[in-house]
Every structure is written in C-alpha cells, then in structure tokens.
C-alpha cells in the first residue's frame, strides 16, 4: 500500500486499513500490496528483499541511464529515500520498509 497515502488518509482520521480494503480489488491493487499491507501495518520489516540489495540495483540503473543520456527521476527518487533507511540504520530491512521512511518524514506511525 502506498505510504504516502497512508499518511494523509490517516492524518484526516481515516483508518489506512479501510482504504486498502477498498482499493485492493481496483487497478491500485496488487500480489505485493495485499501481501504486505498487513506487515506494514503491524510494523514488520522482516527482510524479504532487503534495502541494501535495491540500492546495488537502483546503482545500475542510474549509472546505466546516465551512460545513455536518459532521464530516471524517479529511480532517482527512490535512491534517495532508500539511501537515506540506510543512513538511519535500516539497510537489512525489507523494502516494505519504505514506509518508515514515510512514519520518519512525517513524524508519525502508521497504524492500520
């Protein structure tokens, strides 16, 4: 489920857990949302594919598209917010953890 979303529904007194449910059967939904919402919810960043493993992957598609003159910015977008889970100690989380970027950003906990 997109964190940012999230937030703002949650900062407006929704529950993030009843919007997932009412998107999850539209095109916003899919395999990975509905298998890790909930872990998202609970706060669990149990490593699956962990951050540190899309960091040397962002790497090659930034270095890749800046050898071809093209522009990525959001690969670029998503770099930084992954390099910035590393700084804060986050690397061997698994990249559903880029909803604690979004708790750190916003100043709050998502609780669904």
């Not at 979303?5 to 990975?32: C, E, F, H, W």
């Not at 790497?59 to 800046?66: L, P």
């Not at 977008?77 to 708790?103: P, R």
């Amino acid at each position: 489920m997109g964190k940012p979303m999230s937030i703002n529904v949650q900062k407006a007194g929704v529950d993030p857990a009843r919007v997932y449910q009412a998107i999850r059967s539209g095109l916003a939904g899919s395999t990975v949302m509905d298998q890790k919402s909930q872990k998202i919810f609970d706060g669990d960043f149990t490593p699956g594919f962990r951050i540190e493993l899309h960091i040397k992957d962002l790497q090659n598609v930034m270095d890749t598209s800046h050898q071809i003159n093209v522009s990525a910015p959001f690969s670029s977008l998503a770099m930084e917010i992954m390099q910035s889970l590393k700084a804060h100690g986050h690397e061997k989380d698994d990249h559903s953890g880029i909803a604690e970027w979004y708790e750190m950003v916003n100043d709050m906990k998502l609780q669904g």
